[in-house]
């Protein structure tokens, strides 16, 4: 049968390099844009938020850069550790609409770091 | 542990019953969501509440699907006449619900089997 939702975009690094992961959004309207990180069995953990009046957050040893022209949203995650292995998913959430409560997520990034 | 909870964790079903699933959100967090993850994908909206109020339902909630939330802290996500479709990790979530784009906090959800 068809197996699409397998073939997750994978980024592999080594312990100690940057990693970037992109993810486009679809809906020019977002206001609000969230990366999480999902380990294996567990729930979405929420890494770094940035909102559309920004181009560029950061946080702790993370990075959310943001370009609405384009409507693409990258995390950097520098100096990358086996523990950050995880699938991550953008979010986008248009909270100035009609459906302020919901989230919108991507197809999310498998990332594999090797020591 | 405050974060949020859910029960029971995994969940094994015959085709054709019932199942109920909790939630407790974080405490003082108005707002709680319902969100659907099937395998290799992103968390799918179903339903959130603000407080009691069930403000916004997914198409995804068919009608054998129904969410309370009645005294604005706890909910309850039921499942009728489980079908082999509803296979998936059912995932809470709640936000402070202060303005607009709130964070949203996950659960470690409901892994649900329909046999």
């Known amino acids: 049968g068809e197996s699409v939702g397998l073939h997750l975009p994978t980024l592999s690094v080594q312990e100690g390099d940057n990693s970037i992961i992109n993810c486009a959004y679809s809906?020019?309207?977002?206001?609000?844009f969230i990366w999480y990180k999902q380990e294996s069995g567990k729930g979405p953990q929420f890494i770094i938020d940035?909102?559309?009046?920004?181009d560029k957050r950061q946080g702790q040893r993370v990075t959310v850069l943001l370009n609405k022209t384009v409507k693409h949203l990258s995390l950097q995650i520098a100096a990358t550790q086996p523990g950050d292995s995880a699938v991550y998913f953008c979010?986008?959430?248009?909270?100035?609409?009609?459906?302020?409560?919901?989230?919108?997520f991507g197809q999310g990034t498998i990332l594999t770091v090797h020591p | 542990d405050t974060g949020v909870s859910q029960n029971p964790r995994h969940k094994i079903t015959k085709r054709g019953q019932n199942v109920t699933f909790r939630c407790d959100p974080i405490?003082?967090?108005?707002?709680l969501y319902w969100y659907r993850q099937t395998l290799g994908q992103g968390p799918e909206f179903l339903t959130y509440?603000?407080?009691?109020?069930?403000?916004?339902k997914s198409r995804l909630l068919s009608d054998r699907f129904s969410a309370e939330r009645p005294k604005g802290s706890f909910s309850t996500l039921e499942i009728q006449r489980t079908e082999q479709g509803d296979s998936a990790m059912y995932l809470c979530?709640?936000?402070?619900?202060?303005?607009?784009?709130?964070?949203?906090?996950f659960g470690p959800g409901t892994r649900l089997t329909v046999l």
């Open positions: 979530a709640s936000s402070p619900g202060q303005g607009d784009g709130d964070t949203q906090y």
């Open positions: 809906n020019s309207a977002s206001d609000y």
């Open positions: 940035i909102r559309s009046n920004m």
């Open positions: 979010a986008e959430n248009n909270a100035g609409g009609t459906s302020y409560g919901k989230l919108t």
């Open positions: 405490s003082e967090h108005n707002r």
């Open positions: 509440f603000q407080n009691e109020a069930q403000l916004e």
